[in-house]
């Protein structure tokens, strides 16, 4: 079984399509499985090669304005020439993330990689929506941090001389119980799709989220995101700054 995982986001790193690819590689162990990023077009035709050969092809991409962000539609394009020109019979699969937190907000992406299979003579495997994509790699980064500090400390206490009790594991066991609940959807969908692509067999789409209520998720993400503009993009002050860029000026 020859899987190819593509991820398809622009993103240099904290990319929640390339966590959800590892994912699904993990989830594929046994299967020989490669990853590709379609992060610069100088890297399509080497991945157009490896259609040839492939079993199942997982995709995994970010939405972008209720669709397929323009530079996979592009590889699309190609891919799409390239798999009829060279008879390509593989099974196709999504994995689809968006920054809000309803999952079914990945329908039309999902149909999209339905209708091209359909226009390039692939079989439509079946995908999964997920919603609240930033969240879900936010969590994957911060869990395993809090899980290590809650180990290292009871690890001293034992080095030290001091008894650890059982209740002193109990916050570690809270946390891994958190953990599971807020991407119990998460985990069981991509389970669900990858049993399908091991066996190159169709499966309905599903839609999944993290399981943060609505209320809750809107406030924190209002305030991750203006703090990751602050930090990624420019501060207040930069933006105010006198423009000495000659293309600028207006005449
Ligand atoms: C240009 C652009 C358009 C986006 N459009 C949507 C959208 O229509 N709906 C949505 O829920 N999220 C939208 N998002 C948010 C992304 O889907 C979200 O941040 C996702 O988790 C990014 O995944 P990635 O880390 O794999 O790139 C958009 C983001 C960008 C940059």
């Known amino acids: 079984m ?10 240099k790193k904290s990319s929640t399509s390339r966590l959800l ?3 699904a590689g993990l989830l594929l162990a046994g299967c020989k499985v490669q990853y590709a990023s379609l992060r610069t077009k100088n890297e399509y035709p080497a991945i157009l090669q490896h259609l040839k050969d492939i079993d199942a092809l997982v995709l995994a991409a970010p939405l972008y304005v209720d669709g397929i962000p323009s530079h ?9 020439d390239f798999c009829i020109k060279n008879n ?5 699969y999504a994995i ?7 999952g079914i907000h990945n329908k039309s992406h999902l149909r999209m990689y339905e209708c091209w299979c359909r226009r390039t003579g692939l079989t439509w495997g079946g995908g999964v929506g997920i919603g609240g994509g930033e969240m879900f790699h936010c969590l994957a980064v911060y869990y395993p941090i ?3 500090v809650l180990i290292a400390i009871n690890l001293i206490k034992y080095i030290t001389g001091t008894a650890v009790t059982i209740s002193d594991w109990l916050p570690l066991a809270e946390n891994i119980g958190i953990y599971l609940f807020f991407n119990c959807g998460v985990f069981y969908c991509m389970a669900r799709l990858s049993a399908s692509v091991r066996k190159c067999r169709q499966t309905k ?5 993290v399981m943060v209520p609505a209320f809750l998720f809107i406030p924190m993400a209002d305030i991750f995101m203006t703090l990751s503009a602050l930090f990624n993009g420019k501060f207040i002050f930069a933006l105010l700054k006198k423009d000495n860029n000659p293309h600028h000026k207006i005449e």
């Open 146 to 148: 809090a899980f290590a």
């Open 2 to 11: 020859n899987i190819l995982i593509l991820n398809g986001s622009p993103k």
């Open 72 to 80: 996979v539609l592009e590889f699309l394009q190609q891919a799409e």
């Open 21 to 23: 690819g590892k994912m």
């Open 96 to 102: 689809s993330n968006n920054g809000f937190i309803e």
């Open 205 to 209: 789409n599903r839609y999944t989220r």
């Open 88 to 92: 390509c019979h593989f099974s196709v």
